[in-house]
């Protein structure tokens, strides 16, 4: 039986099944299909979405980060405040629709106060908006050329009808005011100068005196709680102690023997360290190793030590300690200059041996009578404490300068607290040398940086490093690096981090006028004070400071300048309501306060150290970095018998009485506590303005 052959390489038993589509059936036990088919495609999509855009206002948020979800932005613009919501996950951005403009203008600034949680995009090709019009929508009229995008920094026309406080009716630039010199070169090459005999390197010749508002009770100048019994005062960059146990009485030499106090045999100072045996006085250890054979001879034998020439007081060598070695700080005199002393044991024993022998002889020694001359080496007092220094400026017989040689303090004193310097007294030695900070600025004296200053008390040891090469010859200041050695902290970087200034954030809440300390004026009658502006007399008002404060003033220009220059990085910015910031004003940076606006990009900003009120564009204006702790030095004064109405010749006549800048005496000012105000009488104000 003949068999044939058959190709069953063909064969699929499921393809019958698998191309019949009757087949094809999905359904569970019930019948129901399991599979959903998708919906077709509207054709009208991109039309609908087009004509929701074009009824509401909407914001395009790309998702940047898988924690930008739907309920994220929910939360983040509120629930009342979206109409409705589209994501689109090819292009991976979500459309925020709002109901109104007003609505999308509040999520707007919610967008602006947090940039770095979510940021918005802007807007899109113009091909792209009229692909996307629909059909219903299209006109055959040309469309509108759109308007040019707001600019920050374009300068519109200022609207002065619509502000309600007044502005200075003129531009006069802010006054400067520079303090004279203490020293100058006249000084040193005088006939006869003490000062060059006293200085002859002439480090006095840039000396400065940076304490002056301590004078005005801004900041704290004495504490009686750190210390029992003994009162601080913190004064021109150095620290007093005073004790308060028997302060008002004068210890006199002659009976310092009755208290157990007598003069050392080989160094001839005050002591009340004793031998037990034979109770010979010697300071101390290396007093008592001078004479230590001679006194084992001697003692107990009532006889009296036979010193050769070679044993007597013996100072190490004074001047900066090499590079490498310890200090202490005795004084700051800049916030970049600090006197410093050697830490070493010997320099410790001879510098508390000179400032005891001052004080001990300084009781007894005479009052000058006469006042003294620059470079003249005298005794200064203050409360017990006495104290060598040397006359920089006597000028103003009320304001003597001196520095306390001993420490490198610059202070202000009078005539009855000076006393006369024996030679022997001013030939002892001087051990506190004047040293610059490197990479530290001069900058004026906030109250962080002072607090830093006075806590830097003797007891502090540091590590100076210095470089010949780096020597100021203009200055005669070596510049340093000093480093705290128990804390491995360095002074210049701490110094330098505190004076830098730091610009605040736009979603930072600005600071109110009460934030910074105001210097009250002084009250009463013949007081003299500066004219810092007058373009508000036409109000009965002018601002004026005395003329130490505007000194201080002048000088806090260069910290404004460095900010709002080199710091300083927003384009525009524009203040909350009676908040202080950084203006510039006749291309010169100062602080302001922000009074008012009006929608023209030019708010109403007071010069506050100065009292002019001028719109200023927004592109002029910087945030006020907190690091700025000036007090306030000008004053608001109202004219005591102003009559209202003046004519131009009147007003005229009355600016130039007032002239920015000048100096006039005040026939009286007045204080009122209920209004918070200062008013200011001048006899001559009739007379000038021609009034029966």
């Avoid at 040398?433 to 906030?446: C, E, K, M, P, S």
Wanted: proline residues 6%; charged residues 25%; aromatic residues 10%.
């Amino acid at each position: 039986m003949e068999t044939s052959e058959e190709d069953w390489s063909g064969f699929n038993p499921m393809a019958k099944d698998f191309y019949d589509e009757a087949q094809n059936t999905y359904t569970n036990e019930l019948g129901q299909n399991l599979i959903e088919e998708a919906p077709a495609p509207l054709k009208d999509e991109k039309e609908k979405r087009a004509t929701r855009q074009a009824k509401y206002p909407y914001l395009v948020v790309p998702k940047s980060s898988p924690f930008l979800t739907e309920m994220m932005l929910i939360n983040f613009f509120g629930r009342d405040l979206i109409h409705d919501m589209e994501y689109r996950r090819v292009s991976r951005v979500y459309f925020v629709y709002f109901p109104n403009i007003g609505s999308l203008e509040t999520a707007r600034l919610r967008v602006e106060r947090f940039p770095n949680l979510i940021r918005c995009i802007t807007g899109r090709h113009q091909t792209e908006r009229e692909s996307t019009v629909p059909e219903s929508l299209k006109s055959n009229e040309p469309m509108p050329k759109p308007s040019p995008a707001f600019s920050l920094t374009e300068r519109t026309p200022v609207d002065l009808d619509a502000r309600n406080i007044a502005v200075s009716s003129a531009r006069n630039k802010h006054p400067e005011f520079r303090r004279p010199p203490l020293v100058t070169k006249e000084d040193y090459t005088a006939k006869g100068s003490l000062m060059a005999r006293n200085d002859p390197n002439q480090r006095y010749l840039n000396v400065k005196y940076e304490f002056a508002l301590e004078r005005h009770g801004v900041y704290r100048v004495k504490d009686e709680t750190k210390i029992s019994q003994v009162i601080l005062h913190f004064r021109s960059g150095r620290t007093v102690p005073v004790s308060t146990i028997n302060a008002d009485d004068k210890i006199k030499p002659e009976n310092l023997l009755e208290q157990g106090v007598s003069k050392c045999v080989v160094c001839q100072n005050w002591t009340d360290t004793f031998c037990k045996l034979c109770k010979m006085p010697f300071c101390n250890a290396s007093c008592f190793a001078d004479v230590a054979d001679k006194h084992k001879e001697a003692c107990g034998k009532g006889e009296l030590l036979e010193l050769d020439a070679k044993v007597g007081r013996k100072f190490p060598k004074p001047g900066l300690p090499p590079s490498g070695s310890k200090v202490r700080i005795t004084a700051f005199e800049q916030t970049n200059v600090v006197y410093v002393r050697s830490a070493d044991i010997q320099v410790d024993i001879a510098y508390y041996s000179v400032l005891t022998e001052v004080m001990m002889k300084g009781k007894t020694a005479s009052k000058l009578l006469s006042k003294p001359v620059c470079g003249q080496i005298v005794l200064y007092e203050f409360e017990t404490k006495i104290s060598r220094a040397m006359v920089l400026n006597v000028d103003d017989p009320k304001d003597i300068y001196v520095v306390c040689i001993d420490f490198g303090s610059v202070e202000v004193t009078q005539l009855e607290n000076l006393y006369d310097c024996s030679p022997y007294l001013a030939a002892l030695p001087c051990y506190p040398v004047a040293v610059q900070l490197r990479g530290v600025r001069r900058r004026f004296l906030v109250p962080n940086i002072r607090e830093i200053m006075y806590n830097l008390d003797q007891e502090l040891i540091f590590d100076i490093k210095y470089s010949k090469r780096e020597y100021d010859f203009s200055k005669g200041l070596q510049i340093v690096v000093m480093t705290q050695i128990d804390l491995n902290i360095s002074l210049n970087r701490i110094f330098k981090t505190i004076l830098t200034p730091v610009e605040p954030g736009l979603s930072e809440m600005g600071y109110k006028e009460e934030w910074l300390s105001h210097i009250r004026l002084p009250t009463g009658k013949n007081i003299d004070l500066v004219v810092m502006d007058n373009t508000l007399i036409k109000c009965g008002l002018i601002y004026c400071t005395p003329i130490d404060l505007a000194y201080e003033i002048t000088k806090m220009q260069r910290d404004l300048q460095d900010y709002g220059e080199k710091i300083a990085k927003c384009q525009s910015y524009a203040p909350q309501q009676h908040t202080i910031c950084i203006a510039k004003y006749e291309g010169k940076w100062c602080r302001g306060l922000f009074l008012e606006t009006v929608g023209d990009g030019y708010p109403s900003i007071l010069f506050i150290d100065y009292g002019n009120i001028v719109p200023t564009h927004v592109s002029d204006i910087r945030p006020y970095p907190p690091q700025f702790t000036f007090p306030m030095m000008t004053t608001e004064l109202d004219l005591i018998g102003w009559p209202g109405e003046l004519t131009d010749e009147q007003i005229k006549r009355l600016e130039q009485f007032l002239a920015v800048g000048s100096t006039v005496s005040c026939s009286e000012i007045i204080y009122s506590k209920e209004d918070n105000n200062y008013s200011v009488r001048f006899d001559k104000l009739q007379e000038i303005l021609n009034l029966p």
